[in-house]
């Protein structure tokens, strides 16, 4: 950040009083500007004991599949949010949110909360974000071609509690690994 938002002067980085982190501060009005973790909201959308999975039309990862999920916009909970993403992704509502997992990935400033969904019907469709629809089974999900760690990790955490009968929320931190340097 270089210009405040609130009257275009220049920013410094420093530490404001009784603060313990630096912030961008306003070097004319004095604004504090707080940078904050973007929180994404998604489903495992089920129907007959399949899931329901989106192969991306954007970047990043495009072309590869992930369930439905976004950031939150101002004014919507959590579980607004999900079933907002699922229907722009899927094309399809979902009933009976149950919050699934909470996973932090703290290197690129995200939250993600996931809810296990019931699909509202049978009907879904590709969205203006998405190439594809389908549902899968557990052995058909294509696991070499899922767009990011934290849906692979939400989706070995969901068929293990199935397998179990038993749905903790989970709560994990994802962190990823530097490419090593040869």
């Not at 306003?26 to 089920?46: D, F």
């Not at 999900?141 to 509690?161: C, H, N």
Request: charged fraction near 25%; glycine fraction near 4%.
């Amino acid at each position: 950040m270089f210009f405040c938002s609130n009257c275009g002067a220049q920013v410094i980085e420093k530490v404001p009083a009784g603060d313990s982190r630096p912030r961008h501060i306003c070097v004319s009005c004095n604004a504090i500007h707080y940078q904050n973790p973007k929180i994404v909201a998604g489903c495992l959308p089920v129907w007959d004991d399949r899931l329901l999975l989106c192969r991306r039309a954007i970047e990043p990862r495009h072309g590869l599949w992930t369930l439905p999920a976004g950031f939150m916009e101002n004014g919507e909970s959590t579980e607004q949010a999900a079933a907002r993403e699922t229907l722009e992704e899927a094309c399809t509502d979902v009933v009976d949110l149950d919050l699934y997992g909470v996973f932090s990935i703290p290197q690129i400033n995200q939250v993600y909360m996931m809810f296990r969904a019931r699909m509202a019907s049978g009907d879904f469709s590709p969205g203006e974000e998405t190439l594809e629809t389908r549902l899968f089974s557990e052995h058909e999900i294509p696991w070499d071609k899922l767009a990011f760690p934290v849906v692979k990790r939400t989706l070995e955490r969901y068929y293990r509690d199935i397998r179990n009968d038993h749905f903790p929320v989970h709560v994990e931190d994802i962190f990823r690994h530097p490419a090593r340097k040869p």
